[in-house]
């Protein structure tokens, strides 16, 4: 039976504390090829206690850098993952930016496409607070970036095989 369950965003935020400025050497560094930021913020969704969904090509998982999920890393197959998936691995849904939640993952654009992802770690006094690779940063607020679209993939929880 395919059971829904909340990722504990605490779990989340504590590992995005660990590894913000450094690399987990249990996964690759995509920094020198095309950024590490959705695997990032994809470690932290699992650390959070999301299952890897195994589906080739339109799964979510990583086993190593030649055996992953394209969801895995990259920032459209990720949105299309979390916002398409009713199996397992964790799921979600497109709401305004300033609905952001502490787990939630914000994707920056350029009016073209959209290019990063961000790990949201705190919101305070009407600002939203990150956590990402690619430009590692902790604790950063959104309004320190530079883009010009902004979407929130609000984490809605995970499913898993039971």
């Not at 249990?26 to 994809?42: K, L, N, P, Q």
């Not at 998936?85 to 654009?109: C, H, I, Y």
């Amino acid at each position: 039976m395919l059971v829904e369950y909340e990722i504990n965003n605490q779990a989340a935020v504590d590992y995005a504390a660990k590894w913000a400025y450094i690399r987990n050497p249990a996964f690759y560094d995509f920094s020198e090829i095309g950024g590490d930021c959705t695997s990032f913020v994809s470690q932290c969704l699992y650390a959070g206690g999301a299952v890897m969904n195994y589906t080739p090509d339109t799964g979510w998982y990583y086993s190593s850098p030649m055996d992953r999920a394209p969801a895995w890393s990259g920032v459209e197959f990720f949105y299309r993952f979390i916002t398409n998936n009713r199996s397992v691995g964790p799921f979600g849904e497109v709401v305004p930016a300033q609905e952001a939640k502490v787990g939630d993952v914000l994707q920056l654009g350029n009016g073209e496409r959209f290019y990063h992802s961000l790990l949201v770690v705190e919101r305070r006094d009407g600002e939203t607070y990150i956590a990402a690779h690619s430009y590692d940063a902790f604790f950063r607020p959104l309004s320190s970036y530079e883009y010009e679209d902004v979407r929130c993939l609000h984490i809605l929880g995970a499913r898993r095989w039971e």
